[in-house]
């Protein structure tokens, strides 16, 4: 089986890794990629692996309607999705949809893709899959494994590298303004904190940082216990939890941003535990644009449509 993919929003940093992922399968195949900046040029002039001489295109929501596909990834800003989305319901159409964006991930009518964390079953032959943010990622899994023994919120403070902050210029990719220097933004309400907070059933306060690196993310995640466990409970809790899944790793040390930059999964260490057994720090780190966007993505989409998972 062939699956037949569309992907709007191809020119962020997101849409090259996706073009590079889908590229990478012989069991998928890239039928548009939607750029407006780079509508006529080809394809292969951003991402090399994709070779069937495909070229760039600027797609309205009904052009991308009217395309036969099995599948369309949106790789779009926040608020840019629903237009795109619309016009493929009022076209009658019904491929998988895979939106990278925020605006369906508190939505109950789509799947919240996140498949170590939330399972793969509600997946399986899913049409609508809202794709986990990138500090979402980095956060809900070092929480999930001992979400049901805490008895205090979550703290999580992130740091992501300057592709977290897109394409379009601001002073969170502004190089110069970034030099030397480490940003926090969105101190309160930020919407991974909603997010995962809503996700996990658990409080999570979360501040976000940005700093002068392009890509990755670390998460120091601080956890509250209603009870006190032991360091042994702790990582055992996480084993157990993560048990076979490739694209997680258990560190024994103190993972850092270059342990999880251009890697495919995500890693989590630290599990320092207090005295008292009633406080535990917690590490993860990933690549905000692969398993924190375009490999979840995958993951996500290949769950629906039935073809293996960690393929390419």
Not at 286 to 308: I, S
Request: proline share 5%; glycine share 12%; charged share 20%.
């Amino acid at each position: 089986m062939t699956v037949r993919v569309g992907l709007v929003g191809a020119r962020g940093h997101t849409g090259r890794e996706l073009l590079r992922l889908i590229a990478g399968r012989d069991d998928m195949e890239l039928v548009f990629a939607s750029s407006r900046e780079f509508a006529g040029k080809p394809v292969a002039d951003m991402a090399p692996e994709v070779s069937n001489g495909l070229g760039f295109e600027a797609l309205s929501p009904a052009d991308v309607a009217s395309r036969e596909v099995d599948a369309v990834i949106l790789a779009l800003p926040n608020g840019a999705a629903a237009g795109f989305v619309k016009a493929i319901d009022d076209a009658g159409r019904d491929p998988v949809i895979v939106d990278l964006s925020a605006d369906y991930r508190f939505d109950d009518s789509w799947v919240y893709g996140m498949p170590e964390v939330y399972g793969r079953e509600t997946l399986a032959s899913a049409r609508r899959i809202s794709n986990p943010g990138c500090y979402a990622t980095a956060g809900q899994m070092a929480i999930a494994p001992v979400r049901e023994r805490l008895g205090a919120p979550a703290h999580v403070f992130g740091v992501s590298g300057y592709s977290g902050a897109g394409t379009t210029p601001s002073r969170k990719n502004d190089l110069a303004a970034l030099r030397d220097n480490l940003m926090p933004y969105a101190l309160a309400g930020h919407i991974h904190e909603r997010e995962m907070s809503r996700h996990l059933g658990v409080e999570v306060q979360f501040t976000p940082h940005v700093a002068a690196f392009f890509r990755g993310i670390v998460a120091t995640v601080h956890l509250g216990f209603a009870e006190a466990i032991t360091g042994e409970e702790l990582r055992r809790a996480f084993a157990d939890f993560y048990a076979g899944e490739a694209l997680v790793e258990l560190a024994d040390g103190i993972p850092e941003v270059i342990d999880g930059a251009g890697k495919p999964g995500i890693t989590i260490g630290g599990f320092q535990l207090a005295d008292d057994g009633r406080r535990a720090v917690i590490v993860s780190t990933l690549d905000n644009l692969l398993k924190g966007a375009a490999v979840q993505a995958m993951q996500n989409l290949t769950l629906a449509v039935g073809l293996p998972e960690e393929r390419g």
